[in-house]
């Protein structure tokens, strides 16, 4: 529990329940000190409610000026550790000034929530989502506690998603066209293509598609971009010939991808790419990039 006040000792426990706790999905996330938990799932729109308990240490009373819940969305760049820019602020106010003897609880709901953006973790961002509790005392400080959850939300099949088609050329060298059956793919979706050889004058080792995630965080001089390669998939061994085409089959099940985030409240980005890359027997590469669009798409029997 996080606690600002005077003494060593918390003068209560605070206690933040979901109503739906014990039959919601729950999803793993990690923590400032590094370890991870379960935290439950909601999706936008959805009705956030539970209860708040506060137990103060026995035959001890707590005065204060009032208690709150808040609903906070919250991004936090690591090079500004610390500060936390809310996209979204909602308050209710659970008690009026007074003193606490015994253990109390406090309803709270919180109804139809936009929650837009999901909740993200990153190599130098992090998206979340809390419930804070904040216990106004005089003069000592307030108490605070806050809650994790996560949100994860969901996009239908796209009606459009446009197949990509592009060349790798070398002058009088090697050309390559390549084709990706689409440019959308749900997070557990299969990569399908083939890739056409049309002229090959240099002696080609081997060949591979990497999935490779760019996420950018700040904005012009402070802009910060970090590229991770997450997989690597080798296509071919051995030099190719003129008019053969190799097949393309990636399945995404095994990746920790996340859906693909645009400019989210002008802090951050999330992109993703396939790179085609070819490497020769004095191991120069080649290499052609294309940015995809990732998403998630809602789970029925029916889906893959």
Request: hydrophobic share 35%; with cysteine.
């Amino acid at each position: 529990m996080n606690y600002i006040i005077g003494a060593f000792k918390p003068p209560c426990d605070i206690f933040v329940t979901f109503s739906d706790e014990r039959t919601r999905k729950q999803m793993q996330i990690k923590k400032d000190n590094g370890k991870t938990v379960m935290v439950p799932a909601f999706q936008s729109l959805e009705t956030i409610a539970g209860e708040v308990s506060i137990a103060p240490v026995p035959g001890k009373r707590l005065e204060h000026t009032g208690v709150k819940i808040e609903l906070l969305g919250q991004i936090e760049l690591y090079f500004d550790r610390g500060n936390f820019y809310d996209f979204t602020s909602l308050v209710r106010e659970l008690d009026v000034p007074g003193e606490i003897y015994e253990r109390k609880t406090y309803p709270f709901e919180f109804a139809t929530v936009e929650m837009p953006y999901e909740s993200y973790n990153g190599t130098n961002v992090r998206l979340r989502y809390i419930l804070k509790v904040t216990i106004g005392r005089n003069y000592v400080g307030s108490i605070v506690e806050s809650r994790d959850f996560c949100v994860r939300n969901y996009s239908p099949v796209p009606t459009i998603n446009n197949s990509i088609k592009m060349e790798v050329g070398i002058e009088d060298c090697l050309h390559i066209e390549f084709e990706y059956s689409k440019s959308k793919y749900h997070l557990k979706d299969v990569i399908i293509g083939k890739i056409y050889f049309l002229l090959v004058r240099i002696k080609i080792k081997n060949m591979e598609l990497e999935i490779r995630r760019r996420e950018s965080t700040g904005s012009g001089p402070n802009t910060y971009v970090e590229t991770e390669t997450l997989a690597k998939f080798e296509l071919m061994d051995g030099a190719p010939v003129r008019g053969e085409s190799i097949p393309v089959r990636l399945f995404l099940t095994p990746y920790e991808l996340t859906p693909t985030y645009r400019n989210i409240n002008n802090k951050f980005s999330v992109k993703y790419y396939l790179n085609l890359v070819l490497v020769d027997e004095e191991d120069r590469r080649y290499f052609k990039q294309q940015e995809i669009t990732m998403y998630r798409l809602l789970e029925t029997p029916q889906s893959s």
